[in-house]
């Protein structure tokens, strides 16, 4: 989401010593000194982690603000008549210093925070929120972006130059400028408030999860963990300072192994329960009454600018466009996945019975038996894969499938800076050899990192005075190297790399000239598109054949096994899109609410869950107070969890288009999806894919990749 920095209003901690009217002069220490504020003279620009420290950030947010603040104050004290070129153009390119430090600060954040940055987080974050508001709250900088808007057709403009005029005429219109009075005022309080719950939703959620630990002396409990996995425990466990034995964590790939793996059925139920309770535990950590606080604000919000709900407010802006059209879209796929579930269900509580083991079947003991009914069925061990799917092998194969659909290549650079000495960083070239450029990607989890696998722009593309190439950042949470033993991803672990590089391309392809329409500056439910895309390739089998190799024999992955891989991996389907689901429902039910939150955040989730029919051996993908996709910032994918299956609708049919050529690389296929992923954001998401595709999407090719149809 692209930054508006404008005007700031002193915060009480940050901006303590600041003037409304004239900014204190600042030290020439402050200036010249802070690696945040200077040009960064660095290989291709990249930022200066090896100079930057922690305490950098706080200062330089100070004087940025200033600094943007004066810009628009220039805008709006402009006596010529307003322009596209001194009010859209001029705004547009406001806050230099403030967005690349906003890129930064939060990327850092996010995947190598220390105690100063999440200290610093708290201020900074509602510190933006209320300059941000200052800026689309600003009556004469919108009386200004009016007067431009209303005689657009009389412009002349460019298309894209159109499309920015239109959007940021309507940002300005969702953001609430036309509010008066008190009900600005409370706007602004809403604002500022979520913007700090956010933040706290995620440190509650980080210091959750890194607090929990199941160790254990008994190696039974392993069952047949692979080697390297149980070397990755046993470092764990010295870590967190035990002499010997094994440390089990809630990041996936240290708790979904031992699920899969461990024969000790109490063990199991220890890590699911501690995974499916984070932050709702009732201590200092626990999310439940931040949610529903944000829940309520949000709908107030929503209200406040002539919504029903949070939902229709979001969705106005997205390609669904109401509440109605997600909810019915996703019960053309609800039942029949339900369906799946419940026989996947049924075969795995058999198999547990004919073990012997007596009980009820659980949630805990799923991912175990489905490892053994893949056995039994299709004679499949996904243990014996892992060799094949070697980190950097999974790494070369994405970059191999980049050369052969757009002719790139990749340079790796060891002459930059990094923000943790386990990234790696490439130059990404054209064909020709052109700089197209750069892409960071940190693979392993660790403590200071969030979970999950995501992609940040350090950079953004435009083309305004020359042109600007893209820096985009991958991060993955993968099981780390220890000792001889390398870090081998399950299936489910490579694909995630496909899919954080369809983002990365969908950043690096951008095309476009201005910065707040490049790259993934799409609707919420088109950018997931790109990325899922990029998963479409990694099972097929002649992609696998081009890097899947064992790490120790380098023998490519035999074609029998891709068979057995593609049939067990058919098993297990219903509970993939299921727990899914079941997440993206329990989005929709808070935020589509048109009154009344609730309080008691479990129960609405238990009610919520009920409605839907939900079996008790599944529970949603991101329960309430870990669902940090909703939670985890003012906004984020809230009321938008359902896009990653909307976006499964546009990536199969994208994928179908491909396939109708008879060849999976077909070059023109190519060229026109790489020229509607350069387009970024400036024409409407359903008309840059119709541009692609030559019609909107049928979901019938999703229907029959999910098995719900022949």
Excluded at 199 to 227: I, R, V
Excluded at 233 to 254: C, I, M, V, Y
Excluded at 263 to 285: C, H, Q, T, V, W
Excluded at 480 to 488: F, R
Aim: glycine content about 6%.
């Amino acid at each position: 989401m692209k930054r508006t920095s404008i005007a700031i209003m002193c915060s009480i901690l940050l901006f303590a010593s600041c003037k409304e009217a004239t900014p204190e002069k600042k030290s020439d220490t402050s200036m010249t000194d802070n690696p945040l504020l200077t040009e960064w003279d660095t290989p291709f620009g990249v930022p200066p982690f090896d100079k930057i420290k922690s305490t950098d950030y706080l200062p330089a947010f100070k004087v940025a603000l200033e600094e943007n603040q004066k810009e628009i104050k220039e805008i709006t004290e402009n006596t010529a008549a307003a322009t596209f070129q001194n009010t859209i153009e001029a705004l547009e390119f406001s806050g230099k210093n403030l967005n690349r430090l906003q890129r930064v600060f939060y990327a850092v954040n996010g995947a190598n925070t220390d105690s100063i940055l999440k200290i610093a987080a708290k201020e900074i974050t509602p510190a933006i929120a209320t300059h941000n508001d200052n800026i689309n709250l600003n009556p004469a900088l919108f009386k200004r972006i009016k007067a431009v808007y209303d005689q657009k057709d009389k412009l002349n403009l460019s298309p894209e130059e159109l499309r920015l005029l239109e959007e940021t005429h309507k940002r300005f219109v969702r953001s609430g400028i036309n509010l008066q009075g008190k009900a600005q005022d409370r706007l602004r309080e809403i604002n500022t408030r979520l913007a700090k719950l956010g933040g706290d939703f995620g440190e509650n959620l980080l210091d959750e999860t890194n607090a929990f630990e199941y160790h254990t002396k008994d190696k039974k409990d392993l069952g047949n963990l692979p080697e390297s996995l149980v070397a990755l425990a046993a470092a764990e466990a010295k870590n967190r300072g035990h002499k010997d034995g094994w440390s089990f964590t809630l990041q996936r790939p240290s708790i979904n192994p031992f699920l899969q793996s461990s024969p000790n059925r109490e063990a199991r139920k220890i890590l699911f329960d501690g995974y499916a309770m984070r932050a709702n535990n009732d201590n200092e950590s626990d999310n439940k009454a931040i949610l529903s606080e944000m829940a309520a604000l949000r709908l107030e919000k929503a209200k406040l600018l002539g919504y029903d709900s949070h939902a229709a407010y979001i969705l106005s802006n997205n390609m669904a466009e109401t509440p109605e059209a997600v909810f019915g879209f996703m019960e053309k796929l609800w039942p029949s996945a339900l369906a799946m579930a419940k026989s996947e269900r049924d075969a795995l509580a058999k198999k547990m019975k004919s073990e012997g083991v007596t009980g009820t079947f659980a949630g805990s003991d799923w991912r175990h038996y489905v490892e053994k009914v893949r056995k039994e069925r299709y004679n499949f061990d996904e243990e014996q894969t892992r060799p094949y799917f070697e980190f950097t092998a999974v790494r070369d194969g994405v970059f191999v499938l980049a050369g052969e659909l757009f002719g790139l290549t990749f340079k790796e650079l060891t002459n930059v800076p990094k923000w943790h000495e386990d990234q790696q960083v490439f130059e990404v070239l054209e064909k020709d050899g052109t700089h197209l450029g750069i892409i960071y990607m940190d693979f392993f989890a660790r403590e200071s990192k969030r979970g999950g696998a995501w992609m940040n722009a350090l950079r953004s593309q435009m083309n305004v005075n020359g042109m600007v190439t893209p820096i985009v950042t991958n991060n993955f949470n993968y099981p780390a190297p220890s000792g001889d033993s390398p870090s081998l991803l399950s299936f489910t672990e490579a694909e995630t790399l496909f899919h954080e590089f369809g983002h990365a391309l969908h950043g690096l392809f951008s095309n476009v000239k201005y910065e707040s329409l490049s790259g993934t500056n799409v609707p919420r439910d088109f950018v997931e598109f790109p990325s899922q895309v990029m998963e479409n390739w990694m099972s097929e089998p002649q992609v696998l054949r081009l890097f899947a190799k064992h790490y120790k024999t380098g023998e490519v992955i035999p074609d029998s096994m891709i068979k057995k891989m593609k049939d067990a991996n058919s098993f297990n389907g219903g509970f993939a899109t299921v727990e899914y689901m079941a997440a993206a429902y329990l989005d929709m039910a808070w935020h589509a609410k048109t009154e009344n939150i609730p309080t008691d955040a479990n129960a609405f989730e238990k009610e919520a869950m009920e409605k839907l029919g939900l079996i008790d051996e599944i529970i949603p993908r991101y329960r309430n107070t870990y669902f940090g996709h909703i939670f985890s910032g003012a906004t984020g994918y809230s009321s938008g969890y359902y896009s990653y299956l909307w976006s499964e609708v546009l990536d199969a049919d994208a994928f179908q288009a491909f396939k109708d050529t008879g060849n999976i690389f077909d070059p023109e296929t190519a060229k026109r999806y790489r020229k509607m992923l350069s387009m970024g954001g400036s024409q409407p998401g359903m008309e840059l894919y119709k541009g692609f595709r030559g019609s909107e999407p049928e979901i019938g090719p999703l229907l029959k990749k999910k098995g719900f149809v022949e």
